[in-house]
């Protein structure tokens, strides 16, 4: 099973699609987020995202002021300010 993923920034949506991993920094220290996981809702600290997509290809994004919510396989990051790293 895999995640679905949508990172959003109060400016437009930065990435979305199907992802096995997804690690981000919160204030409380970096949370792994996989299929399964338990539900989560955690502040994010300014940092990477940093997404391992189904094939393989990673994606990663500077993110800062927001939060994330996981439900069930949805996983939703919702910062102030988020671009996607060259």
Same mark, same amino acid.
């Given at each position: 099973?895999?995640?679905?993923?949508?990172?959003? %920034?109060?400016?437009?949506?930065?990435? %979305?699609?199907? @992802?096995?991993?997804?690690?981000?920094?919160?204030?409380?220290?970096?949370?792994?987020?996989? %299929?399964?996981?338990?539900?989560?809702?955690?502040?994010?600290?300014?940092?990477?995202?940093?997404?391992?997509?189904?094939?393989g290809t990673k994606v990663t994004a500077a993110a800062q002021d927001g939060f994330? %919510?996981?439900?069930?396989?949805?996983?939703?990051?919702? @910062?102030?300010? @988020?671009?996607?790293?060259?």
């Open positions: 099973m895999a995640l679905t993923v949508t990172l959003v %920034s109060a400016e437009a949506e930065v990435w %979305s699609g199907e @992802a096995n991993l997804v690690v981000a920094k919160t204030v409380e220290g970096e949370i792994g987020l996989m %299929s399964g996981h338990e539900p989560v809702l955690a502040i994010l600290a300014e940092g990477q995202v940093r997404i391992t997509q189904t094939d994330l %919510s996981m439900e069930g396989d949805e996983l939703t990051i919702v @910062a102030g300010h @988020a671009t996607l790293d060259a």
